[in-house]
Structures are given as C-alpha cells and as structure tokens.
C-alpha cells in the first residue's frame, strides 16, 4: 500500500471518527469495533515490546528502496509488518500492489503520454517529498544560525510528538466516552506503525496529527502559528526567534502561496487588486503577452474564465469613459505570472449539472494560445503551460533599451535556459556552449537564480531535467569556487537524483555532487552540509548521506573519515549517529572493494554504534557493515575482528528488524574468514537461523535465505554439518507450494538450494525434491526443475543412482506433458537431465521420442516448437545411445512438418533437423539430401530472421560436408537465393550466407558462382555490394586467389564508378583474407591499385588506400619492399584530404605500409613536414608522426634526424656516433 | 565543428598517454628534448647497445647509463626564453 493510500484511510478515519463523536453513533464503523479481541497487529506484552513508548518507529526510516540495488533496499525500507511478531493475515504489500505497480502494471489509457513522461508522476510519495525542501535556508544564514535553525526545528518536532503522546494516553485512560473505545483501540494500532510516515508532514504540518482526534489537525502554519507551537519556539530561542520562527514559517510555503513563489514576494501579490493587474497590463504594453492562467486553458472547457481578469476592452465597456483615469502602474511593479496550475481548478465550484444558459464562445479564452515563437529564442520543439512561470519575461516586450545591464542580463541567461530545455538539437548545443563560455560572467547568481528553481518545477521531464542538469554539470566547471554560495541550493536540487529509479539520473546526480565537492571544497562541503546531518525529515537525511558518500568518494575517504568518526559518536541527536553510520554504508556500495584501503578506519567509525541505545541506529550499523564486508570480499577480515564478538552477541539479542540486519552483516563477514574461524561462527550463528527459518516475515526469509547460502559457499562449513543441522528444516520451511508463488522467493529459494547442493551433492538435492515434479502446482514444479537443472548442470549426474534416475526421468516427462504454458525453464531443465545422464537415458529414449512426436503433432503452435527445440538438445544424447533409427523416425517426421506455416516453429524444426544432421552425418541422413535440398530452396526466400538463420546454416552445413548429393543446377539455384540473404538484417545470416557461398564454389568450381557475383556488383543497393565484395573474397580464399583475381580484374575496366568501386572493395576484403598469399599476387594488381589511386574520386583513392593496408600487411617481411614503396609515393600526397573517413584510411595505408617497409624509410616523408611554415602542412605531418610514434617510437631512435644547432650547448646524441 | 573538437580531444589524450607525441604548435626545443629523452631511453633499454657504447667510449657500462640518465634532464638545455609566436 503507497503512503498516499494510507494518507487516505487515516483522513477517512478521522472523519469518520469526528462525525462519530459529534453524534455518538458507532453504526457507522460496526465492523471495526474489535475491542473484545486481541489486536491483531499489536504486540500483547506491552512492558517487553514496549507499546507505551508512544511510536516506537520513531525516527524509523521510512524511506524506500527508490528502485535501488537490492542492497539499498534492504536498508531502507521499512514497512509496517516489520518489527510484529505476530504473524501478518493480509496478503503482503507486494501482493496487494502487484498488479499496480512494476512491470505487470496495467497501462493506465487515461494516462496521458505527457503525464507519463513527466518525472513527478513516476516517482513514489517518499521521492516527492523532495518538493517540501525548500531553497530558504541557503547559505544567506551563517552555519551557527542554521544549526540553531535545525535546533528548532528539533524541539518543536519532540514538542509535537509529547503531545501526541499525551493525546494518546488521554484516550488510552478512557476520557472518551464508550462508544469511540473501539475506535481508539483500532486508531492506536494504525497510529503505531505510521507516525514516523507522518514525519513528510513537518514542514507544512500539515496532516499531521491526523489520526488523532481529540486534538483535530493542528494547521499551524497555514494561518498563523498555533499557541503551543509559538510558546516552545520563544521559549527555545529567544535570540533567533526573528529569522527562524517567524521567518522560517513564512517561508515554509502553504499551500496557497507556494504557486505564486517563481517570482517571489507572494505577500506583495496579494494586496493587488485586479484593477491593477488588468490595467498595468494595458497601459504599460499593449501588446501583452498571454495572461499565463488563461493560456492553459483551451477553448469551452475552461470553467473558471468567469474569474478570469477582465480585459482592458470588458473594462473599457463597463466603466464611464469619464471621470476614470488609467493610472501608471507604480515603478518596480510587474505583472504576475503565477505558474497556470493555481489558477486552473480553484476556488470556483464545477457547474454540477442543472440546467445552464449557453455561452457564447469568449473571445478571450480564442487566440490566446501559447507562443511558439519567443522573440530572440526562435522556434522551439514545443512550450509549455509551466514554462510561462519562468520564462514569461521574455514576451513581455519590453524595450531592450531601458533595461539595466542587470535585466538584459538575466534576459540572456532565460533566452539561453530556454534554448536548451525546448530548443531543437543544434540550438541547445549552441546555447549550452554560450552559457558555458559566458558562465564566470553571467556570475553565478544570476545562473543558478534561473536554473535550480526550473528543475523544482513538478512537471519536468526526464529529457529536460537532463539538460538542466548538464547545464549545471557545464557551468560548475567554470565557476569552480564562485559555486561556493550556492552550494546548500545546489545539494536541495540534486540530491533526489540520488535516489530516482533512473540509473542514469542516479550517476548524473553523483557526478554533479563530485564536481560540486571538487570545486568547493571539503570544509565548505561540510559546514554546508552539517546541518543536514540531523535534520528533523529522514528524507533530509536519506539524501544528505548519500550525498556525502559521494562526496567521500570524490575527496577520498581519510580526509572525510575524522568528520565521520565525529559525527558516529555525536552525543548529541541519535539523527546524527545514524545519519552518520549511513554514510559509511553508502561509501562501499559507492565504490566497491575501493574502500579497501581504508577499511579498518570506516569500521572502527561505525563498531560502537552496533551497541546503540537506538535500534534504528543499530541497524543500520549492522547493514553498514554487512555492505562494507560485501565490497572487501574475500579481503579484510582482520579489519572486522573487533566487531565480530559483539555482532555475534548482537544477533542473540535482537528481534525482528534488527535480528534481519545482524544476520545480514553475519552473512557477508562469513565467507572473508578462513576455514577454522567460518566454521566455528556459523555454527554460533546456525541456531538463529534455524529458529528464523519459521518466521513469516518476508524480508527475514530474505535475509536468512541468503545466509545460509553464504555459509553453505564457505569452505569451512562441511556437507556432512549441513545434511545433519540445516537441509531437513531448510527444506520443511522452504520447499513449499507457497514459495513458488513469489517470484522474489522462488528465486532465492532455487539460489539457496542451488548453493547448498554445491556442497552436499546432487543426489541429496534432488532426492528431496524430486517428488515435486508430480505436485499439482505448476510454479512449484517449475521451480523444481529449474533447482534441478541448476543442480545437475553445475556437477552431473554422476551422484544420481538408478531409482532417482527413473523417478526424475518419469517426473520430469511428466512436469513436461502437464505445462499449461510452454516455458523455457522445462525446456532447458529436460534438456539439461538427458545430456548429463548421457547412455544412461537409453532405457527411457522410446518413451521421451513419442512424448515428442506426440506432440509436434499437437494443435498449438508453442508445443510444436518447444518439441522441435527438445529434438536439438537431446539429438546428441540420441546418437551416444545409438538410437541412429529413432532418429531416422523423428526427421522423417520433421521433414513432413517442413511446410509448417508458423515461422518461428518452422525455425525450431529446421534447427532440430540441423543437429540430427549434424550427429547422422550427411550419408545416413534419413530423407536423402537430394530430397531434402530442394525443399529448402523455397524456404530460403523466408523472410522471417529465424527461419533464414536456420535454413542457411543447414544449407551451408550441406554445402560443406556433402555438396555431391545435389546437382550443380541445384546449388546455382540456391546461390541466386543466397544473393538475397545478402541484405538480412542480422549480421548472422550475412555471414552465413556468405560462408556458403565458399562452399557452394569449393563444390562446384568458382567460375559460376563468380559470374553470379560480378554480376550482383552492378546493383545499386550498397549492402548488397558490399556483401558480395565480402562474398568474392570467401570465394577467392576458398578457391584460391587465382582463380578469382583475372576476372575481378577484367572487370575493372567496366566504367562504372559502382563497378569499379565494388572491385576495389573485393580486393580489400580478398587481400585481408588471404594474408600472405598476397605475395604472389602483388606485382599484378599493382597497375590497377596505381590506377586507382591516382583517380579524381576520393572514394576510389579511399578504397584502393585500403587494398594497399591490406596488402601491405599481407606481406610484411616477404620482399615486396618495392613494390610497397611505390604504392607510398602515390598515396602519400592524399594526406591532404579532409574528408574523416579517407584521412582515416590513408593514414592506416601509410601505417601499414611502414609497418611493410621499416619505420626509418617512410619517417623519411614524414621528417619534412613537421616543422612547415603552413600549418595546414604540419597537422596531417605531425598525425603521421603520432602515429609512427605510438607505434614503434623505439625504431625511430637511430633514424631521427641530425639537427644543427646553432646553439652551441646542444649536444645531439653524440653516442649514435660512437664507431669501434 | 564537432569533428575538430573531438580529434582535439583525442589529440589530448594521446598527449596525456605519450609525451613524445606532438601537435601543430610544438616548438623545435620541444621536439629536441623530446627526441634526445627518447633515446637515451632507449640506450639504456638496449644493453647490447649500452655494452657497445661503453666500449666505444673507454668506460664502464654503469657510468655510461648513468651518464644517458643525466643527459635526459634538459637534454637541450633550458626552454628559450622568448616566445617567437
């Protein structure tokens, strides 16, 4: 159930409870009256557990895993079920939200696409809370006033809650009357698990004694400040009481003005009247912009266009044109542009139906539609209804002229903004880079002015939340320490990046923050983020640790690590300690085994807080250390020795929520000890575990799961301990029907017991489970297989005897005729048992093959396929059996099937009919090949991916290990089908078919299959040319280059640019197959390469500059120096290209050639450009130098050149000289 | 305009890796130095060549590689002091 659920029964109760005491009627809520029974989520023994405590969550997380990695799951969430021992009755949160969240989710049609796009409706009510943090308490305020701030806000949170408290007993003794006694009880029992949700609520207080009815809703900031509230807050600061009390609940927005904020002083708002607004807009510009309400709403749906500003015209109308006088607006004043949302949908009620008088059309609420064009900006991709709040300023047309430098400035900066949150692509390129260039002159105040509040805006979306954030990424670059002002500004904004769902908007917030830590700086990070540290909202605090992992890892741990070990012991506020000991447990999960090093320092930080007086806090530490020792693994258990004892005496102690995160740390330390120590500590710690194995909280199982995993990977805990302590229990409490249902814990439980079949053997595993694969359920059987498979694919079937043999056969056979949907998992399982039984399946071939055949023949398609995908696993399997006549039996059978219209199951059959060839062997293949080819030959035109992929292996297969079985008119056939292939999507098929063009002209000669190809160079589709450039050299590596290279070369003379090229081409591919052969072949291609690369087309000289690196690379050591060197001097003047992709492929022909003919002859070339006087001459020289430098720096030594010096000290490398 | 920006940062990041390589701008004493290093680099990653050296020279091989350590500080001398462009 979402916070915003429980938000909504707790307002329901209430109500209902206010109605029910005014009236004393219990009619009403007769259904909950339970007060003669035991609660059923409270715990009976209140002095051991501590009912009177008051919310015994206090200062709970209840932050949530924001999508997270499960490990920052497990820390965070925190829902109601933990921490009651009574057994839950209600399906689990998972289950009640599984059909509205996550990937089963019902796609909501209503649901616009812009909603969906928009970030804030994606996120979760505990990621919205970041819209409670407000920019107020920047770094205007020394540190000492924020803390004192923080102070405050502390002691009215405690206030709060003592008189929540108070409230509570009041009811508990009884001062109500009888009849509420019923729902008191249930009230305290809901109250119990949710104070701590309740927490959001502090900064506009709203909500938040909502349950609580004798004291209804204390709203005192809405209005003015409630009598207890302004009491505690003079009492509690006396000296501050001006900036913080006063000024802090002015600020926190309510909710009436927080729409008004963009453009600040809402209090000055509200003492204009609309005569103002509407003639300032009149006299002041005419030409006025859109009045931002009106702009949102369209044309005859807009019920609130009777509160609408009336407009200079309706004015002009209505008022006597005498004795009335337009009055200037005051200097300073500017019209509002409160965003469209607050006007929209207030105070005016909906018409309710009845009868109503038909409207004309207002020519107001018509052609006053956005602007799509913003004068100075251009055209936009699009404008929306929100952007008129922060970017309205810009059609205001005001005169450019009377603004102050300051104005035009900040006019600057939107125009900028806009461009690159709506502009087209090469806009926001331009506009990013001017705002990066011009950042330390727009000053950092009036960039982050603009852009911090845009990327508070609820409606952003991911794309232009990106942008944003790029732009600050840019701007902080450049400012570097000018940011320090807004440091705090900065964080409030950024630090919900750190835990969106997003992972890429999760990286993008740490990068920020480490540039932001860069730049300002660790002590100012610090002081900025002190106050944060113990700050009344956990989700305050949530954020502010991650963020100060971030910035540990930015800055390095020791110098964050003395601040840590402070705030770890903070005497102070538990908020603190635990704030603190969660930083040290973001720091691993941040950087994995970098934490190494450092280790023993962060633990030392964080062991005393593992015997906190606050169990919160205990938790945490142990989850803290639970992820410091997964990032060591297997390293650094002595940095753990001084915490083992009292985790291992901690997890005795603990219950619940706390016992989880014990075990947890238990887990993860386990497998860094040696064998000695790992068994001792398990077996301290099995008696938990095996007691824990009964609980029925999900997450315990979670955690226990995982452990005994761990423990059962460790070598010092041995099989013969875990048959005689762990598997009986562990498969009673876990090999239930109920586990399979989960998703979550099938996959845990088939890990754990994966895992601990590793250590006592297969046998031992699939003994117990075995039986399993007859059970009615079908996820457990499921589940069953899939341990099965896991099981035996990891260490054989060797352990398994004759009577386990039969029974998992028979079972598995059976789990397979019962599936009600085909899966993947039997699939796999049954494939998995046959290979690993091998010979030994003989006795049950018969039966598996008619199971099969059976079922090709069945109706639905997926059954079909799933038995034609069984032929390939176990065809194998069949042929060691010696089952040779089975498997005559299936492919006749699958040859019949060959006109099966499905064509993802006539890929299975073709795949299954590939591996029985594959095993028979072309001669005994059972139809004949020369049935069978010509069959294939139409399939080949298929265009499905699957089935092409499998055809033409078949084919190709045919090809090359029985091309006589079929005429030679039937492979020409077959290479006109193949020339299509050409063009697949799947580089795949591209490649297969290619192969066999090789073996089709191995088999039949390659003239054919060449005359076929040459003539395919002529088409005009470029993939296609290129395949069959590919295509010739195959035929050519395959056939010898000599039977290839005369009439590739002949062809060449056609005067076709495509031709040409196409021949090119398939000499580049034909040199870099054939590798050294090249050398025979040199002397002859040389002429037309020359040709070539003397040819006024640059793609023609970009080719042949190809064949020369191939070719050069060919005969390397080989004695075509020669012929090499004179292949440079022709391509050597084509260093002055340009164009990306011919520059590329003449420097990689000069490279090679110099690999070819020794680094010393082409520096020759090189030597004299380096130092030219055009430039344009030294950049192309100087990218060969690098090259050649990278490459064989040290062969360039003896050939540098002698420089004279004039200058007489210069002594250049007399050594070289040195002759004995 | 992209294209020159990245083969920048390419070029950049080649420099970072190999402070032998050069660019456009490189001024001769750069270069001078740059080579001279490399190669005395090389003397002593080549005893045969060090061994030969030695002999050539009339000293050990030991003072020899010690003598190509030293010539690798401002095997050029200092930079010159006025820049031309």
């Known amino acids: 159930m979402s916070d915003a659920d429980f938000k909504r029964v707790r307002e329901a109760q209430a109500e209902r409870n206010a109605s029910g005491k005014k009236s004393g009627k219990g009619g009403a809520n007769g259904q909950r009256q339970n007060e003669s029974k035991v609660s059923l989520t409270d715990a009976m023994d209140t002095d051991l557990y501590s009912k009177d405590s008051g919310d015994k969550f206090a200062g709970y997380n209840t932050s949530i895993a924001a999508g997270d990695d499960e490990m920052m799951a497990d820390a965070d969430e925190d829902d109601e079920q933990d921490g009651r021992l009574v057994g839950q009755y209600t399906a689990t949160a998972a289950q009640i939200g599984e059909w509205a969240t996550g990937d089963t989710a019902e796609d909501d049609i209503l649901e616009s696409r812009e909603k969906k796009a928009q970030i804030a409706s994606r996120e979760t009510d505990y990621q919205k809370r970041r819209f409670k943090r407000g920019f107020e308490d920047g770094e205007a305020k020394s540190y000492k006033e924020t803390m004192q701030e923080r102070e405050m806000e502390r002691e009215e949170e405690r206030v709060r809650r003592l008189i929540e408290e108070q409230d509570k007993e009041k009811i508990a003794r009884g001062d109500d009357d009888d009849e509420m006694d019923g729902v008191v009880e249930h009230q305290a029992t809901l109250k119990d698990g949710t104070p701590e949700r309740d927490v959001k609520k502090v900064e506009n207080g709203d909500g938040e004694n909502g349950a609580t009815e004798a004291k209804p809703r204390v709203r005192k900031r809405r209005w003015d400040t409630s009598a207890e509230d302004a009491a505690t807050a003079e009492e509690g600061a006396a000296d501050t009481n001006g900036s913080t009390t006063n000024g802090g609940t002015v600020a926190k927005k309510s909710r009436w003005d927080t729409t008004a904020a963009p453009n600040g002083d809402a209090a000055a708002t509200k003492k204009r009247s609309k005569w103002d607004v509407a003639a300032a ?39 006597p044109s005498e004795g009335f006088k337009i009055l200037e607006p005051p200097p300073g004043y500017e019209p509002t542009r409160a965003p469209a949302r607050r006007l929209a949908p207030a105070a005016t009620p909906a018409n309710t139906g009845g009868f109503m008088m038909q409207e004309s059309v207002d020519p107001r609420s018509m052609g006053k539609q956005l602007p799509s064009d913003i004068p100075g900006v251009g055209d936009l991709q699009f404008f929306k209804a929100e952007d008129m709040a922060y970017f309205g300023k810009l059609v205001d047309g005001a005169d450019e002229n009377e603004l102050s430098v300051e104005e035009l400035k900040q006019r600057k900066i939107m125009r900028l903004l806009l ?21 330390r002159h727009f000053g950092a105040g009036a960039l982050f002015d603009q852009i911090l509040p845009l990327l508070m805006e609820k409606s952003l979306e991911d794309q232009e939340r990106h942008l944003l954030v790029k732009v600050i990424d840019r701007v902080l670059y450049k400012l570097d320490d000018l940011v320090r002002p807004y440091v705090h500004k900065i964080l409030v904004v950024i630090e919900p990046l750190l835990i969106d769902q997003d992972y890429y908007a999760r990286v993008e917030g740490r990068e920020i923050i480490s540039n932001l830590a860069k730049a300002a700086g660790l002590a100012h990070m610090i002081s900025t983020m002190r106050p944060d540290i113990d700050h009344v909202d956990e ?4 954020t502010t640790a991650r963020a100060f992992a971030v910035v540990a890892s930015a800055l390095g741990i020791p110098t964050l690590l003395p601040f840590l070990k402070a705030v770890c012991k903070s005497k102070k506020s538990w908020q603190a300690r635990h704030t603190g000991v969660k930083i040290v447990q973001q720091i691993p999960i941040l950087m994995g085994c970098a934490v190494l090093p450092h280790l023993k320092g962060l633990v030392d930080c964080i062991a005393e807080n593992l015997n906190d007086e606050q169990a919160k806090v205990r938790t945490v530490t142990s989850l803290a250390l639970a992820a410091l020792a997964e990032a060591s693994n297997p390293f650094g258990i002595e940095s753990f020795d001084d915490i083992l004892n009292p985790l291992w005496t901690g ?16 887990g993860y330390i386990i497998p860094l000890m040696d064998e000695e120590y790992s068994n001792y500590y398990t077996g301290q710690i099995m008696e938990i575990l095996l007691r824990e194995f009964a609980s029925p909280d999900e997450e315990m199982k979670k955690v226990v799961l995982k452990v005994i995993s761990q423990c059962a990977g460790t070598s010092g805990v041995t099989a013969q301990y875990l048959k005689e302590k762990v598997l009986n229990d562990f498969f009673k409490s876990f090999w239930v029907r109920r586990m399979a249902l989960d998703k979550r814990n099938y996959k845990q439980v088939v890990e754990t017991t994966v895992d601990l079949g590793n250590k006592v053997g297969v046998g031992e595993i699939v003994e117990r489970v075995v039986n399993n694969l007859k059970d009615e359920s079908e996820s457990y059987r499921k589940m069953t297989v899939e341990t099965i498979e896991k099981v035996i694919s990891a260490m054989g079937a060797a352990d398994i005897n004759e009577r386990l043999e039969e029974r998992l056969v028979d079972g598995i056979l059976h789990a397979l005729q ?24 003989k006795p049950y071939l018969p039966q598996i ?76 293949m059972q139809p004949p090949i020369k049935d069978l080819l010509p069959r294939l030959t139409p399939i080949l035109r298929n265009r499905h991916e699957k089935v092409q992929e499998n055809t ?54 390659p003239q054919d299959v060449l005359a076929t190809l040459l003539n395919n160079l002529r088409v005009q589709e470029r993939q296609s040319r290129v395949c069959t450039a590919v295509a010739i050299g195959i035929v050519a590596e395959t056939c010898a280059p000599f039977t290839v290279l005369p009439a590739l070369m002949n062809e060449y003379r056609v005067p076709e640019l495509n031709v040409q090229n196409g021949v090119l081409k398939s000499l580049s591919f034909l040199f870099e197959y054939i590798g050294e052969m090249a050398k025979d072949y040199v002397y002859a291609v040389t002429p037309l390469i020359e040709d070539a690369l003397v040819d006024r087309d640059q793609v023609h000289r970009q080719t042949a500059a190809s064949v020369v690196k191939h070719i050069a690379l060919g005969v390397v050591g080989l004695g075509c120096e020669d012929a090499m060197l004179h292949l440079l001097n022709l391509l050597y003047p084509n260093i002055f290209e340009t164009s990306p992709h011919v520059i590329d492929r003449v420097i990689e022909a000069i490279d090679a050639v110099r690999v070819a003919v020794g680094t010393g002859a082409v520096m020759n070339y090189v030597w004299a450009g380096l130092f030219h006087p055009a430039r344009k001459v030294r950049v192309p020289y100087w990218r060969l130098y690098n090259e050649a430098y990278v490459q064989s720096a040290d062969a360039m030594v003896p050939y540098y050149p002698v420089v004279e010096e004039d200058v007489a000290a210069m002594v250049g490398r007399v050594e070289l000289g040195v002759m004995i | 305009m992209a294209d020159k920006l990245r083969t920048q940062q390419q070029l950049e990041a080649l420099q970072n890796k190999y402070i032998g390589t050069g660019h456009a701008d490189t001024t001769k004493h750069e270069w001078t130095s740059n080579i001279a290093r490399d190669s005395y680099a090389s003397f002593q990653g080549h005893p045969p060549l060090l061994h030969y050296m030695s002999i050539g020279m009339g000293q050990g091989v030991e003072r020899t590689r010690v003598h190509c350590m030293e010539s690798m500080v401002l095997p050029c001398g200092p930079a010159p002091a006025t820049e031309e462009g």
Request: contains cysteine.
């Open chain 1, 281 to 319: 807009a009149g006299s002041a510009t005419p030409a006025v912009g859109p009045v931002p309400g009106q702009a949102m709403s369209s044309f005859g749906t807009d019920i609130s266009s009777r509160n609408a500003p009336l407009s200079d015209e309706e004015l002009d109308e209505m008022l």
């Open chain 1, 419 to 439: 461009k690159v949150k709506n502009g087209t692509p090469p806009m926001r390129k331009t506009a990013l880079r001017q705002i990066t260039d011009n950042a």
């Open chain 1, 539 to 542: 989700y305050v605090r949530n």
């Open chain 1, 651 to 666: 997890a005795r102690k603990q219950r619940g929520k706390g016992l989880a995160g014990f075990l947890k740390a238990v």
């Open chain 1, 818 to 841: 019962e599936q009600s949907v085909e899966d993947v998992v039997l699939l796999n399982g049954f494939g998995t048992v046959v290979n690993a039984l091998g010979v030994r399946c």
């Open chain 1, 849 to 924: 093959v008619s199971t099969i055949l059976w079922r090709l023949n069945n109706k639905s398609a997926t059954v079909r396929q799933q038995a034609a995908d069984l032929i390939t696993r176990i065809a194998i399997v069949m042929k060691q059996c010696g089952e040779d006549g089975l498997m005559g039996k299936l492919s006749t059978v699958l040859y019949e099937y060959l006109g099966e219209e499905y064509p993802e199951v006539l890929g299975s059959i073709l795949g299954a009919m590939r591996s029985i060839v594959t095993v028979v062997g072309i001669a005994s």
């Open chain 1, 952 to 1005: 033409i292996d078949l084919v190709g297969r045919i090809a090359d290990r029985g091309p006589e079985s079929v005429n030679a008119r039937e492979w020409m056939r077959i290479c006109f089908e193949l020339l299509d292939m050409l063009k697949a999507h799947k580089k795949g098929i591209r490649r297969a078919a290619n192969n066999t063009f090789g073996f089709i002209a191995k088999a039949i000669g």
